[in-house]
């Protein structure tokens, strides 16, 4: 069990965007201690780990919450969030392949500089 503070520095993600994601469906509801203070479990922690990549992968925040609201049904909408995310996979492999092609560009534009500075 961790308090609010710990599970921020242990995600790296702050104590007040935590509060966000929960406030805003992004986290499954998050459980409380008899003072009502946030008491974050490895699961929780999981979660922010999740949350944080698929974030980072330029996931929508709809997709994201529609994944934890499936998750907190059950079982059963699995295939569900598998879609989710086989879709986003692909988006981002279509992602990755422009950042190749851009690359590319850049890397002829060095090579031409560098021939420009030889003369």
Same mark, same amino acid.
């Given at each position: 069990? *961790?308090?609010?503070?710990e &599970? &921020?520095?242990?995600?790296?993600? !702050? !104590?007040?965007?935590? =509060?966000y994601?929960?406030?805003?469906?992004?986290?499954?509801?998050?459980? =409380?201690? !008899?003072g009502?203070? =946030?008491i *974050?479990?490895?699961? @929780?922690? &999981?979660?922010? /780990?999740?949350?944080?990549?698929?974030?980072?992968? @330029?996931?929508?925040?709809?997709?994201?919450? /529609?994944?934890?609201?499936? !998750?907190?049904?059950?079982?059963?909408?699995? /295939?569900?969030?598998k879609?989710?995310?086989?879709?986003?996979?692909?988006?981002?492999?279509?992602?990755?392949?422009?950042?190749?092609?851009?690359?590319?560009?850049?890397?002829k534009?060095?090579a031409?500089?560098?021939?420009?500075?030889?003369?």
């Open positions: 069990m *961790y308090k609010i503070k &599970a &921020a520095s242990l995600t790296g993600v !702050s !104590s007040y965007t935590l =509060r994601y929960e406030k805003e469906g992004i986290l499954p509801p998050i459980g =409380r201690d !008899s009502g203070r =946030r *974050y479990t490895e699961e @929780n922690i &999981a979660w922010i /780990e999740i949350v944080t990549c698929l974030k980072q992968t @330029n996931m929508p925040v709809a997709q994201i919450k /529609e994944i934890v609201r499936l !998750s907190i049904i059950g079982d059963d909408t699995i /295939e569900d969030r879609k989710i995310l086989l879709e986003h996979r692909k988006e981002m492999l279509c992602r990755v392949d422009e950042l190749k092609k851009g690359i590319k560009k850049i890397d534009k060095i031409y500089y560098e021939g420009a500075i030889d003369c």
